[in-house]
């Protein structure tokens, strides 16, 4: 039979080891536990000076190229703006010669289908009337407000907010209120003659339209000589025709629609304000 003493001694050296074991893994998270300790405080500190640098203003230098760049972007972005800005103005203004154009339809309809140049003044007409406004002043039942009779893209000319003689009225603004001018040989079987035109034509001023009743006064619109100027819509404009459309013109095809007007003499005569 074996002594105490001889069972007790393997069993220590297992005890031993076991205790070993446990003091180095106790060791060794310990390690760990300092080094991630360390590295907190490390990103801590980096942290913080990511928060300093963060908060530190902007040099000379660093203003000066981000006040470049937004300059090289304002360059690009500022024409094509500006570009779509005038197309819209343009859409507005066929929009309003076609609300025009309509309106002297529905005139020339209570009419016998004539337009007031061509009805006398003692039937309510305004046949013999030398001003551009005075015709457009006809359509007072027709029209709500003459502010559409002004093209957004026309500087020169203001607003007029009715058709009385009130200081914004067009009775006294009279032409400084017109952008457009009116087609004084458009006639119910000419459907592709202007009624309504952008005053930015360039013709052969101080003719007579007799039809109307208005000698000196027109500018003749003969194809080959006819073109539009600068202003308004820079070298083209709009029209809207007898037969309610309305269309944008250049130089070129202002040239092509004054051919085929139905206008036997070709003088497309406008009434310009």
Known sequence: MSSPFEWYLPNMTVLVQLTIDHIYRAYRHGSQEIAMCSQDIVLRHRSCEWTVRARRAFTLIELLVVIAIIAILAGLLLPTLAKAKSRG???ACISNLKQ??????????????????????????????????????????????????RCPRDHEKSFAENFTAESSGLLTLTNGAISYGVGTEARDDRPAMHVVTDRNLIGKDFETCTPAGLPNVVTALNPPNSRWDKGIHEYSGNMALTDGSAHQFTQTSLKDHLRVTGDPNLSNCVLKP
């Open 89 to 91: 103005q343009r859409i």
């Open 100 to 149: 025009v154009a309509l309106g002297f339809r529905m005139w020339a309809d209570d009419n016998t289908s004539l337009y007031p140049w061509q009805v006398s003044t003692n039937k309510e007409g305004t046949q013999g009337l030398l001003q551009a406004w005075a015709h457009f002043s006809a359509l007072s039942n027709e029209i709500i407000r003459p502010r559409i009779l």
